[in-house]
């Protein structure tokens, strides 16, 4: 209900809720968030009403899809507000964060009756920790891969040297012209690149989700050393970055694709030449591209090897038998 209160009242007061680049997007779409948030009262309603059937377990999935495109960009809201001190729309990044805050909600409603079981009498016990499987590993390093072009780009531009036409020098005078946070244009200063650490820290994400070592705080860490990390610490970023950087990253170089062979014309921006803009996307889209999908399989690998299982009592033949071999019930 406060989500679509919200859409409501942005619909009345005409509040744009979609940003095209640095341009408003239509006000109505403030009726499409209120008629989202309607939808997803009525199903979380009925669920508590007639309980959790196929239809509003279908239902539920088909509205938190729609949370999820109304998170888009959430991400990249957190970046702005980091490093440059202000988001592109106030009412833009409310709306981000109510739907993101919405998927996570409507997932777990839709999941509430489902969880792996054992067959078994006893209390909850936990899947002990695992590295995730060849394939997944595999994803993650194409994901630490994708991200060094990217990391030289913008170290190149941080130290003062020339990329793609710009220099060091042109790209400090555009982030000050941006009104770029005194921590950027410190880290700037230093020869470091904001994004470029964030790259750093997605990259610690990504094999933290897939390697027995991130299911457990580091020795240096103050009051937590050696205690389980809870599964909602690095899933809630990696949920968040993969729901913005996946979509973006393959529809930006969608994009750059159909620039490359002069379906579609690159904006050159403040780059010299279209070429230079061109390179710069392909360079920035594909690390997007390829870190979002892996971060996206990672996360989906820790989600299955960190969820929790409920023992429940045996029930039939099988329960039988386990009361008359008490001795095999004790081995267990």
């Not at 913008?154 to 020339?162: F, Q, R």
């Not at 990329?163 to 005078?173: I, P, R, V």
């Not at 030449?273 to 061109?278: E, N, P, Q, R, Y």
Request: net charge positive; charged share 10%; proline share 6%.
């Amino acid at each position: 209900m406060t989500f679509a209160g919200y859409g409501l009242a942005c619909a009345l007061s005409e509040t744009p809720l979609l940003y095209l680049g640095g341009d408003p997007g239509p006000a109505a779409m403030g009726w499409a968030v209120a008629a989202v948030g309607a939808l997803a009262a009525l199903a979380c309603g009925a669920v508590a009403r007639y309980g959790l059937r196929p239809m509003l377990r279908a239902l539920l999935w088909v509205v938190c899809g729609l949370a999820a495109i109304g998170a888009f960009s959430l991400l990249m809201d957190v970046i702005t507000l980091m490093f440059g001190q202000a988001v592109d729309s106030w009412a833009a990044a409310a709306t981000h964060a109510l739907s993101a805050a919405g998927v996570v909600l409507l997932a777990a409603t839709a999941r509430s009756d489902r969880g792996p079981f054992t067959a078994t009498a006893g209390g909850p016990v936990r899947v002990s920790s695992s590295a995730a499987s060849r394939p997944v590993h595999l994803a993650a390093c194409a994901g630490t891969v994708a991200f060094l072009p990217y990391v030289v780009m913008k170290l190149v531009w941080a130290s003062g040297g020339t990329f793609a036409g710009m220099t060091g020098t042109e790209m400090l005078a555009i982030s000050e012209r941006n009104g770029a946070s005194g921590i950027w244009l410190t880290l700037e200063s230093w020869g470091l690149d904001g994004t470029a650490l964030l790259a750093a820290l997605g990259v610690f994400l990504l094999w933290a989700l897939v390697r027995p070592w991130g299911r457990v705080f580091p020795r240096w860490t103050p009051f937590l050393r050696g205690r389980r990390v809870p599964r909602w610490l690095p899933l809630s970023p990696a949920l968040v970055g993969a729901a913005t950087l996946a979509p973006y990253g393959v529809l930006g170089a969608g994009y750059s694709a159909l620039a490359t062979v002069g379906v579609l014309s690159m904006p050159r921006g403040d780059f010299p030449t279209a070429d230079d803009a061109l390179l710069v996307a392909w360079i920035g889209m594909a690390a997007f591209a390829v870190y979002g999908v892996a971060l996206t399989v990672a996360a989906r690998s820790y989600w299955l090897r960190t969820r929790p299982l409920t023992r429940v009592p045996v029930t039939g033949p099988s329960a039988v038998r386990e009361r008359h071999s008490p001795g095999r019930a004790q081995s267990r």
